[in-house]
Nanobody, 126 residues
Framework: QVRLAESGGGSAQDGGSLTLDCTAS????????MYWFRQGPGKEREGVAS???????RYADSVEGRFTISQSNPRNSLHLRMDSLKPEDSGVYYC????????????????????WGQGIQVTVSS
């Protein structure tokens, strides 16, 4: 069992920056991939970024070049630095984890995830 808890977030202006943090506890040593997902109002949950145990990183096209995912060593903290924020980045952001190898990329979506955090709100105003 892996438990995930997000922190940070809040509100920012268009073009501003925010950082999200996720603290993992439990059997984190068996975690293969960590992700950030988001769900905007009236939208489906979508993958934003991922990082695997070898520090291979993937981003969704919509955030490439603006967001940076990182992981602390030991692998119990996950971060998402969000720069050049846009109003369409608003939504609830979720930290997520997968235990088995493979499917470590945002494009695989929610089906790849074994564990979810409770989510945290990010609001970007114009």
């Amino acid at each position: 069992q892996v438990r995930l808890a997000e922190s940070g977030g809040g509100s920012a202006q268009d073009g501003g920056s925010l950082t999200l943090d996720c603290t993992a506890s439990g059997n984190i040593g068996r975690t293969y991939c960590m992700y950030w997902f988001r769900q905007g109002p009236g939208k489906e949950r979508e993958g934003v970024a991922s990082i695997d145990g070898d520090n291979r990183i993937r981003y969704a096209d919509s955030v490439e070049g603006r967001f940076t995912i990182s992981q602390s060593n030991p692998r119990n903290s996950l971060h998402l630095r969000m720069d050049s924020l846009k109003p369409e980045d608003s939504g609830v952001y979720y930290c997520a984890a997968r235990q088995q190898p493979g499917l470590c990329a945002p494009r695989y979506g929610s089906k790849a995830v074994d564990y979810w955090g409770q989510g945290i709100q990010v609001t970007v105003s114009s």
